[in-house]
């Protein structure tokens, strides 16, 4: 399938999207309202990649609705962020080749160890239409908090 709207992610972003991010992925929930889920997610030079189970919600929403939007903060400094909106193409990882890649670059194991048996992957491919990183006041410079709260 071709994506003609695809818009580039811009150089200077794709520092947040290799460094480990945590995303938070919005799909459209079958009465409407939009559901939100941390998600680890890979980033290849062109695509934000994440991947899930069939068993859960996002893969039935994005079955149902494939328009997606992903907020993925700097992970050392959230005042930088990169927000994709687009359409999700969702990919059967039957040899469990992109779980495994997400699981070497998170946690530094060979094989994914989290998912019951009989569980059936599938990469969500986000093909961006719209690329937002707004200008944020003092985004060179990260907030600090304590470690504890007291």
Known sequence: MSYPNSKPVPAALHDILTDKPIGHLATIRPDGRLSVTPVSLMWDGTHVRVSTVKSRQKYRSLVRDPRVAISVP?????NRYVELRGIAELTDDTDRSFINSVSRHYMNVDVYPFDPPGAERVTITIHAEQV???????ADRPPSAPDSHR
């Open 74 to 78: 700097h992970r050392n400094n959230p």
């Open 132 to 138: 937002s990183a707004p200008e944020i006041p003092l």
